[in-house]
């Protein structure tokens, strides 16, 4: 793993106080992120973890993402923030960053691996 992914990987690592504090007072928001996420899964084939995680990346920090797929993700982020504007900006990036922080603790992140988007798959019906 490069030092760049590496470090990268560490800052956006949500920490277990945040983690916790966002599950009991926003599960709503962690919810809206995840189903902006499965919903183009659904739709969409090729939709890996890294992906997912890329999307959630470049939501976070304004990015715009090069890769076709990823942009879709993104899109699908952007309209749930919209859909959720009384939700302070940064209530909305700890969201993203606890999400990100379970994508690292249920994937691989090698090219292909689903095991975050179905783990989040079990409880978005």
């Known amino acids: 793993m490069s ?9 956006d690592k949500a920490p277990w106080k945040l983690t916790r504090q966002m599950s009991k007072t926003h599960t709503d928001v962690l919810q809206n992120i995840e189903f902006a996420l ?4 659904r739709e969409v084939d090729g939709i890996d973890d890294r992906a997912a995680l890329a999307a959630l990346e470049a ?7 090069n890769d076709p797929i990823v942009e879709g ?3 699908s982020l952007n309209h749930a923030r919209r859909l959720r504007d009384e939700i302070p900006d ?11 922080g379970s994508v690292h603790r249920h994937s691989s992140l090698k090219p292909g691996d689903v095991g975050y988007l179905s783990f989040v798959a079990e409880f978005i019906k």
């Open 73 to 75: 993700l993104v899109g």
């Open 38 to 41: 499965m919903i183009n899964c």
């Open 3 to 11: 030092n760049k992914l590496r470090s990268m990987k560490k800052k």
């Open 90 to 100: 940064d209530i909305w990036r700890d969201c993203l960053r606890v999400v990100i």
């Open 59 to 65: 939501a976070l920090h304004n990015r715009q993402p």
